[in-house]
């Protein structure tokens, strides 16, 4: 079992930036590779981010390419999502996710991920 805890968050004016963080206990999460997702308000769940078990790799969202950036230190069991030049689309619940699959790759559709941080609202405002 992983656990994942999420911080960061809050409200933000338009064009200003946040990191949010994803801190995993329980076994390692080190084999795993992690996302990052999100729901706007009134809309579905939708893929922003993940990244390969060591890091080599990354993938975006078009809506996000070029403004946000996802990390891991595996020595902290954390991720982190860098958001910059914040926009109100970008308005909504982000959740953290593992899939729980030793090395096996990332993908965008949130049923491949067996693991959940709590959410954390992020608010932009304009």
């Known amino acids: 079992q992983v656990q994942l805890v999420q911080s960061g968050g809050g409200l933000v004016q338009a064009g200003g930036s946040l990191r949010l963080s994803c801190s995993a206990s329980g076994r390692t999460f080190g084999s795993y590779a992690m996302g990052w997702f999100r729901q706007p308000p009134g809309k579905e769940r939708e893929f922003v981010a993940a990244?390969?078990?060591?890091?080599?790799?990354?993938y975006y969202a078009d809506s996000v390419k070029g403004r946000f950036t996802i990390s891991r230190d595996n020595a902290k069991n954390t991720v982190y999502l860098q958001m910059n030049a914040l926009k109100p689309e970008d308005t909504a619940v982000y959740y953290c996710a593992a899939r729980g699959r030793d090395y096996a790759v990332p993908g965008t559709d949130s049923a491949l991920y067996d693991y959940w941080g709590q959410g954390t609202q992020v608010t932009v405002s304009s």
């Open positions: 990244i390969t078990w060591r890091g080599l790799r990354t």
